[in-house]
Nanobody, 122 residues
């Protein structure tokens, strides 16, 4: 599975961005897709997951501001980010869950995109 993330950029606090992640998998629709982020000097952390059949899940820090969605016809998962804060500044990664572990655990994801940088200015 190959993943290509895009959509990052520079935005002012309070603004919005939409990230996209295109996947090459033929059975894309059955995979749990996740977004993680890594801020400078910090560990990578869970942001959101879109699970097949199950409702989406979010980190508390983004709940109510970010929305994950997918378009199976385009093999693409999106992360709509609104009310952005400087603390949201990070490299954002999309990933495909490949094991039975927790959807919020980085180790459960076996395929990763290259990351896209989001910078939120104050």
């Amino acid at each position: 599975v190959q993943l290509q993330a895009s959509g990052g950029g520079l935005v002012q606090a309070g603004g919005s961005l939409r990230l996209s992640c295109a996947a090459s998998a033929r059975t894309f629709g059955t995979y749990t897709m996740g977004w993680f982020r890594q801020a400078p000097g910090k560990e990578r952390e869970f942001v959101a997951a879109e699970r097949w059949v199950v409702s989406a899940s979010y980190a508390d820090s983004v709940k109510g501001r970010f929305t994950i969605s997918r378009d199976n016809a385009k093999n693409t998962v999106y992360l709509q980010m609104s009310s952005l804060k400087p603390d949201d500044t990070a490299v954002y990664y999309c990933a495909v869950k490949s094991s039975s572990g927790s959807y919020s655990s980085e180790s459960s994801y076996g395929y990763w995109g290259q990351g896209t940088l989001v910078t939120v200015s104050s």
